[in-house]
């Protein structure tokens, strides 16, 4: 929570971590300036072993995150990003994907225990308009690890917030099913083949196409 003040007659807003009126500190300049693990022009991302992406670039800020997993450890031994956001969203993932592959990366469990708060205190502290930014990087994250764990059948570890199980067999949600759609799918084989979803479970085929003509229908019009 960001304090405030009054300075002729103007509300100032100061930060709660250092006393300061509010001006971004000397880590969030640092990590916009200097951004740890962004993906450089010319990388490989099929080397990682699974990729998450949140936002659009029409209407915001877009997140691209790409993750390599120690299978046998299950640690996080790299972790790549780019952004199309501000400077808040640049430096939150900057120090988030250096909290995740510090000290030889963490393992998957503990990374997923990183909440938006723990890298602001890292940071110094943003305004809470920018707060939003720092979410960028966590959910980007979680669905990067989502897509690890069904690429090595770990559909038991799938992490569901606040949807509906479609797919029983692979944990796909209608969540899954809105992303999908939003990314370019229009029919249930192109979905298919961002998800997989219906392949192994042929009974939720007609709940999944009457999700694909809804979302259509929501977003397209």
């Not at 990087?137 to 992490?159: C, L």
Request: charged letters at 30%; proline letters at 3%.
């Amino acid at each position: 929570m960001e304090a405030h003040t009054k300075t002729d007659g103007q509300a100032e807003v100061i930060n709660q971590h250092t006393g300061e009126r509010w001006v971004y500190s000397d880590i969030v300049k640092d990590h916009f300036f200097h951004p740890r693990n962004l993906l450089l022009e010319g990388a490989k991302e099929g080397e990682f072993d699974a990729e998450g992406m949140v936002g659009s670039p029409a209407c915001g800020d877009v997140m691209y995150m790409w993750i390599k997993v120690n299978r046998e450890s299950d640690r996080i031994t790299d972790l790549k990003w780019k952004t199309f956001g501000c400077g808040s969203a640049i430096a939150s993932t900057s120090m988030f994907s250096m909290m995740v592959t510090e000290n030889g990366g963490m393992k998957i469990d503990d990374a997923l225990k990183i909440r938006p708060q723990d890298v602001m205190v890292r940071l110094g502290g943003l305004p809470n308009r920018k707060i939003h930014c720092s979410v960028l990087a966590d959910k980007a994250f979680r669905k990067a690890v989502n897509e690890y764990f069904r690429a090595t059948a770990q559909y038991e570890r799938v992490i569901i917030e606040g949807a509906k199980i479609i797919d029983q067999r692979l944990n796909i949600t209608d969540k899954d099913i809105e992303e999908a759609v939003l990314e370019g799918a229009q029919t249930i084989e192109e979905v298919q083949q961002k998800l997989k979803v219906g392949v192994g479970d042929p009974d939720a085929l007609p709940e999944i196409e009457q999700l694909i003509r809804f979302y259509k229908e929501k977003y397209y019009g």
